[in-house]
């Protein structure tokens, strides 16, 4: 039986620290329970406002720009 090489995914982190993070999302943790449920040291609507003010929404952007070339088109 040959055996198996280890991948650097195989090798457990050894980085232990916590992970930077905004300052608006200070204190911000993410665990899964033993049931597989995510768990969160922050209330949802929270981390939604910050996404929404803080991240671009790729697929608003992509739907705004079909509409203005079918707009563009329909000019010409």
Request: charged share 45%; glycine share 4%; net charge positive.
């Amino acid at each position: 039986m040959a055996s198996k090489d280890k991948t650097p995914a195989d090798k457990p982190s050894k980085k232990q620290g916590k992970p930077r993070v905004h300052k608006e999302l200070k204190g911000f943790e993410v665990s899964i329970d033993q049931f597989g449920e995510l768990k969160s040291s922050m209330n949802i609507e929270k981390i939604n406002s910050f996404l929404d003010k803080n991240v671009d929404d790729k697929k608003l952007l992509e739907k705004e720009e079909k509409e203005r070339l079918k707009k563009l088109n329909k000019k010409k």
